[in-house]
């Protein structure tokens, strides 16, 4: 079930740069019961990663269309996955954009991953990545395309057993997020989460739990964050617009770290549970 | 004029990794007279670089395959460029790379591009780019599809007049290359180029460089490179397999800085235009 700028095509140009140089965004977004969850935050995230790449958005108008018609087809189980993805379209010459170019839309449902859906209230047990993210200010924040960091220390959990994530430090030994979603610390009953500015995405999840404390009065310090200051926290949890929130209950290092999953990682769940901001 | 996986197709998977994540490689050859250049290292350097991403790559005579069929076709002209990407393949759930994955092989012949042939003689006009590169030594070196940098940095230079490339430089003000070729500086009789260990791609024509320089006697050293070492240079010039050695006659930067054609850079020139090195 795939659209490409709203035709039902099953493939691309071998000439689109998202291909060639990685030069687009993506977002992947929650369907629950046919309708996308946080379409305009993602769509806002989209809008924003794009002018930061210079790339021009296709309307928001568009995007629903697109959803609209795949919505339509059959086989739509109660939870699947909306994959967007914008490229700067075809073309130029070498890495140079082309002056007029015409973006690639390519609107794809998923089906929901194949997690246990206990995760979120037993916890999930994450290890250290040895690939670490570089640093740069002019794609930090962005959910582009250019995501071989990722890949490879997805490779490296993939081979690990019983372990469901792994984290990720920057070079400069920060601890940014995890390989597909972001990261919060509990200190002191107050939220951690570590500055995006120089690596790392920001996710959309990751602004609702920043609303959501907020809105509860839980302090939050984004900052930079070392592994001793995450050894030190009292909870710590993970999330994205898949997952909503899973507690961390160990980390795999070379001394094992135990937490426990704590009220504030409780209460947040129950917090976005109740608006329904989580699938 | 395109082949993917040996088959003239014009078209590629939407759930193809190289356009999600940008997970895969490539190589650009020059093509003179129906002969693609330096294709054993060309081939050697994807290897390794497949090698470094964990992707099975292609056996040569698949590629050499794929060189012949496309260039019985008519309209050759005497240069061309010769464009070999290696992606994964398809699938996997999210980030982490399938079990089993069929790498996508794509061959394109593509024109000669259109700068003046006499820039190898006249030199060029260079600026600095404001888009940095990230440092990471897991992806330093290797030519993969993850080249927003690039992107942005090409961008950058399309906008200016009479600049024909932009250096960039790491996010640690160390000058690594250019948007699109590797850089070499002369001092004292001795060549200096960027080390590549954190950012940077390890051009062929720097390989053959190194070597003809080695051949000649000319002391190299391969070390981290300031503006400033840069801006007290005797010659500077810039290297890819398409423009063979373009000097640097100029920097459009605060004060402009010029450079003199110097004996060193006209003499590696010669050397490997005598060797039919270059285009």
């Known amino acids: 079930m795939i659209l490409i700028n709203g035709i039902s095509s099953a493939e691309i140009s071998p000439n689109d740069r998202g291909l060639n140089y990685g030069d687009g965004l993506f977002e992947t977004l929650a369907v629950v019961d046919n309708q996308p969850q946080h379409w305009e935050r993602h769509l806002n995230r989209l809008r924003d990663g794009a002018k930061r790449l210079g790339i021009s958005p296709p309307s928001d108008p ?14 739509q189980t109660s939870r699947s996955v909306l994959k967007l993805l914008l490229t700067r379209g075809q073309g130029g010459r070498g890495y140079a954009p082309p002056a007029l ?58 081979a690990l057993e019983g372990i469901h994530d792994g984290l990720m430090m920057d070079v400069e030994n920060n601890v940014i997020e995890s390989t597909k979603a972001n990261l919060f610390v509990v200190k002191n009953g107050g939220l951690l ?3 995006l500015h120089h690596a790392g995405i920001c996710g959309v999840m990751r602004d609702l739990i920043l609303d959501e404390a907020d809105r ?4 939050v310090l984004e900052t930079s964050l070392s592994l001793s200051a995450l050894y030190a926290a009292d909870e710590a949890f993970l999330c994205n617009s898949l997952i909503g929130i899973w507690p961390i209950h160990s980390i795999a290092a070379t001394d094992r770290h135990l937490f426990d999953i704590g009220p504030i990682t409780r209460s947040l769940q129950q917090a976005l549970k109740n608006r329904g901001a989580v699938p």
């Open 193 to 195: 989460t570590p500055q």
């Open 62 to 75: 568009d995007w629903w269309a697109d959803f609209q018609s795949l919505k339509k087809l059959p086989a």
């Open 101 to 158: 170019a015409q973006p690639t839309r390519i609107v794809r449902l998923l089906e929901w991953p194949s997690w246990p859906a206990t995760l979120a209230d037993t916890g999930i047990s994450v290890a250290i990545c040895r690939t670490r993210l570089g640093r740069n200010p002019v794609l930090a924040g962005i959910k582009h395309l250019n995501r071989l960091e990722q890949v490879l220390a997805s490779a490296e959990i993939a």
């Open 216 to 219: 509860s009065g839980i302090p």
